[in-house]
């Protein structure tokens, strides 16, 4: 229990530094959010959309400690401000509207990438040395060192351009209703299959890699030597073994990986043109759009920390040496 | 994206625990007989006798060749109109040219320039912020440790990417301005594998020696502690590297860095501009990307072969069993706290 407070607290804390952080970072930027904005559109904003600006960017001419208040009521209570390039819609909406697609897409992607990954790893470590072993690694490494959205580039122009297989941006197509019919989800789905194979493509080396070491290293327990003594079948040795106490590092990177699935997805989603927040922050940095762009960055922080606090309390349950502390 | 840029976390740390305890003892032992030989040499030895690292370091030698001597293969602004638009590649044009008309080659050739540049200074920044924050904390312990270890969890939560697009939206664009960005981004991770080695090192015997015998703590650390930790440096400043030249390009690629300078990721960042995908021109796109992937692949080799020759157990025999193995699990563990 003290462990699962100390966790939460220091989240709170994480959460509370990037809120300032966000609240900093244009108080202090040389240059003037406001009149850049101001300038690109022409003087054709609203004079109330101009002073909400002004508040939420502090050109405001109040001290400073007012203003972080003012920030801090905001954020607790929900109120992110309204985006300007989508006025005069609150950012809260446009979020909401967006995040579903990026859960979807770097969900799937996670989860098979991690899966794929440990068991892949597994196998590897128990036959060291085997085709696995020797083959998959360079192979995955050398992968891995493509910066990804070229390979989603590559991936994209092949399948998409020249053999027609994917289609080539959205999350679904154009004149489709979103719906739970059987056409849309299918439509949905087509348009998933290259962003997430692209996705698990380069991280699936990770997961691969970590889980290969850590099971060198279990493997060489006296208990496995116990377990092969008694005559277990190697199978039931691998996974109930080896392979269950070398799970520890893996969860805590799907903890860490969970999170950053909501802002990692970045790359592919503009790959992609998929409408997830990722490619809503790069339009909102495109545009100017100040309150979307820091309401973005909240959403996928508080994502971040809230995925790390579940693996936190799944950590509890998983590893007895935790809760003995 | 940190998933698909930075290092995998468990890689570098599941072998942390293990080195400097073999090696310290081993090297103990062997003082104690009658070969009192040169543990040092054992890194330099290792590297230069195994086949990765060789191949990772020619590599890479190629490529820093190449960023030197561009001015004089390719005398000039790389990025003047030279031919007609989207050629394909031909013997005047090795590698053909943009839509706009500009040489691949020599932008590809001057593009390494910037790249590497900003890939090794960021490596570098960031592994001695990492050094000095990891040291610290473990030394000092206690107020200064917990402090430290805070601000570096929360460094490492904040999603990169997002943070990346952030400080680059703020900041005033220039090559400057992504270094700053990418190492205040990407010194987390160093700290914490640094600090977790360092802190097994300062509970050894002679860093209590040391400390007994009146050092000042600034020489403890980085005369004692620090060159113990020489292998794990290194695979972490491999790390930051390909870190660096990653960050860079997916930055530039997304428009956010310093689009007049010529460097790989500016060059994908122009070819995606130009649709040179939509429009088939391949050899617009392929070279930057390769080069990049080539540069961090054989940074990622030698990072490898780091690994295979400091720790033990990764190595091609078959181990005999260790007589004390530290649990794997204890670096997950630690890294929950």
């Known amino acids: ?34 009149s850049r904005m101001f300038a690109r559109t022409q003087g054709k904003m609203q004079p109330e959309q101009l002073e909400a600006l002004r508040k939420l960017l502090g050109v405001d001419d109040r001290p400073i400690w007012e203003q ?87 991936a994209l122009y092949l399948f998409g351009v020249i053999l027609g297989w994917s289609p080539l941006r959205h999350a679904f197509s154009d004149g489709l209703e979103p719906g739970f019919s059987w056409e849309f989800i299918s439509d949905a789905g087509a348009h998933l299959v ?32 116990m377990a092969e003594a008694k005559g277990l079948r190697p199978g039931r040795i691998m996974f109930r073994y ?31 043109a998929y409408p997830g927040v990722g490619y809503q922050l790069l339009n909102a940095v495109q545009g100017l759009d100040y309150p979307l762009m820091q309401g973005l960055f909240l959403t996928i922080t508080a994502a971040v920390l809230l995925a790390n606090f579940l693996v936190d309390i799944l950590y509890v349950r998983l590893d007895p040496r935790v809760r003995s502390n | ?16 625990e293990s080195p400097t305890a073999a090696p310290a003892s081993a090297s103990e032992s062997r003082l104690a007989g009658k070969s009192p030989h040169k543990p040092k040499q054992g890194l330099v030895h290792g590297l230069l006798t195994n086949t990765k690292a060789m191949v990772g370091a020619s590599i890479l030698l190629v490529f820093i060749a190449l960023a030197l001597l561009a001015p004089v293969l390719f005398p000039g602004d790389p990025s003047r109109i030279t031919d007609m638009a989207s050629l394909e590649p031909s013997a005047e044009h090795w590698l053909g040219t943009t839509a706009k008309g500009q040489d691949v080659m020599a932008l590809t050739v001057h593009g390494s320039r ?11 920044a960031s592994t001695f912020v990492g050094i000095l924050v990891g040291l610290a904390s473990a030394y000092f312990g206690k107020f200064i440790d917990e402090a430290l270890s805070l601000v570096t969890n929360v ?27 990418l190492t205040i981004t990407g010194w987390a991770g160093s700290a914490r594998v640094l600090r977790s080695q360092a802190l097994s090192i300062r509970s050894k015997d002679f860093v209590a020696a040391a400390v007994v015998s009146g050092e000042r703590a600034g020489r403890i650390m980085f005369r004692e502690i620090l060159p113990n930790m020489a292998s794990i440096v290194m695979g972490t400043l491999l790390g930051c590297v390909i870190y660096g030249i990653g960050a860079q390009a997916g930055l530039e690629f997304l428009g956010l860095g310093d689009v ?33 992937a080539l540069v961090a692949f054989s940074l990622a080799l030698i990072n490898y072969a780091v690994d295979e020759v400091t720790n033990p157990r990764l190595r091609k025999i078959k181990p005999a069993k260790p007589a004390a193995v530290v649990v794997g699990s204890t670096t997950g563990r630690s890294a929950a706290k």
């Open chain 1, 68 to 154: 972080y208040a003012d920030y801090l009521h905001n954020i607790v209570t929900g109120n992110m401000g309204v985006s300007i390039s989508r006025f005069p819609t609150p950012v809260t909406e446009v979020i909401a509207s967006q995040i579903g697609w990026t859960l979807l897409l770097g969900g799937t992607a996670l989860v098979i990438a991690a899966v794929v990954g440990n068991l892949l790893g597994i196998l590897a470590a128990w036959r060291r040395g085997g085709a696995i072993d020797s083959a998959l690694p360079p192979l995955l490494i050398f992968i891995g060192s493509f910066p990804y959205f070229w390979l989603a580039m590559g």
């Open chain 2, 260 to 292: 007049s300078t010529v460097s790989w990721g500016n060059n994908l960042f122009w070819a995606g501009n130009e649709g040179a995908l939509l429009t088939g021109s391949w050899w617009v796109f392929v070279p930057s990307g390769l080069c990049i």
């Open chain 1, 1 to 34: 229990m003290r462990f699962i407070l100390r966790r939460l607290g220091f989240y709170l804390i994480a959460f509370w530094a990037s809120i300032t952080l966000n609240f900093l970072l244009p108080r202090f930027m040389p240059g003037d959010p406001v």
């Open chain 2, 155 to 181: 460094f490492l939560l904040l999603p990169g990417l997002p943070l990346l697009v952030i400080l680059a939206a703020f900041l005033p664009p220039g090559l400057g301005t992504v270094i700053v960005v």
């Open chain 1, 242 to 272: 080896a392979a269950r106490n070398a799970m520890l590092p893996s969860v805590t990177s799907f903890g860490m990986s969970l999170g950053f699935v909501v802002g990692g997805a970045l790359l592919t989603e503009v790959v992609f």
């Open chain 2, 1 to 16: 994206m940190t998933t698909f840029i930075e290092p995998s976390p468990s890689a570098p740390e599941t072998g942390g």
């Open chain 2, 114 to 124: 910037s790249s590497l540049l900003v890939g090794l200074t960021v490596g570098f």
């Open chain 1, 194 to 225: 290259l962003p997430a194979l692209t996705i698990v493509l380069v991280s699936v080396g990770g997961w691969m890699l970590g889980m290969r070491n850590t099971m060198i290293a279990t493997n060489s327990e006296d208990y496995i030597t």
